[in-house]
């Protein structure tokens, strides 16, 4: 049990992920119900995923290779980013202005700028390094540190994007139901003629 326990954090912090709504499923949600179609917000799980796994990605190469990263400065790095793709779409004249849905490619870098602000990747170095040290026992596996580091990569992200799914999925129901149930409850019945 103890070298499954690595494996299980790398996957319970995948799903906890799930659950935050600044991790996507509220943009897959509103994706969703702005178009009318459920589809369109699973559509939108792929690139969110996409960068959310870049963000630990890059967290997880840097313990195998023996990186010492500074959270601080990477998550200025990553605020910055932000900054300038604020100050673009200020300078862009559509601030106030009604705008189409972010693409995939938008999706993704919010999901990725998002992922490293608040740590995603730190969390993980508690679970990686046990998977990822050179004696560490390797149950029916040759693979090399960085393979290890990559699966857990894939593991955060799957439980992530499982749950995402399933909260995005659970509010493109619910919002129209719950919408439908007070327009019903603010119009007063109506009287039956005399």
């Known amino acids: 049990m103890a070298i499954d326990a690595p494996w299980l954090a790398v996957a319970g912090l995948g799903a906890l ?5 600044a991790t996507g499923w509220i943009l897959a949600a509103a994706s ?5 179609d459920r589809r369109r ?24 290779v023996g990186l010492s990263m500074d959270r601080l400065l990477v998550q200025a790095l990553a605020g ?4 300038v793709v604020v100050l673009g779409h ?3 004249g559509t601030a106030g202005r009604s705008r189409a849905p972010a693409g995939h490619a938008g999706l993704a870098l919010w999901s990725f700028m998002v992922s490293t602000g608040h740590g995603a990747g730190a969390m993980l170095v508690p679970a990686l390094v046990p998977l990822c040290a050179a004696d560490a026992p390797r149950v029916g596996f040759t693979a090399e540190p960085l ?18 799914g399933a909260v995005a999925a659970v509010a493109c129901r619910a919002v129209p139901v719950a919408t439908d149930l007070l327009g019903r409850l603010r119009t007063p019945p109506a009287r039956a003629p005399r």
């Open 17 to 21: 992920h799930g659950l935050n709504p």
């Open 32 to 36: 969703g119900l702005r178009s009318g």
């Open 41 to 64: 917000a699973l559509r939108a799980l792929a690139p969110i995923a996409a960068g959310h796994a870049a963000s630990v990605a890059l967290v997880a190469v840097g313990v195998v």
């Open 80 to 83: 910055g980013l932000l900054a």
């Open 90 to 92: 200020l300078s862009g």
């Open 147 to 164: 393979a290890f580091a990559l699966a857990a990569v894939g593991v955060h992200a799957a439980a992530m994007l499982a749950v995402t």
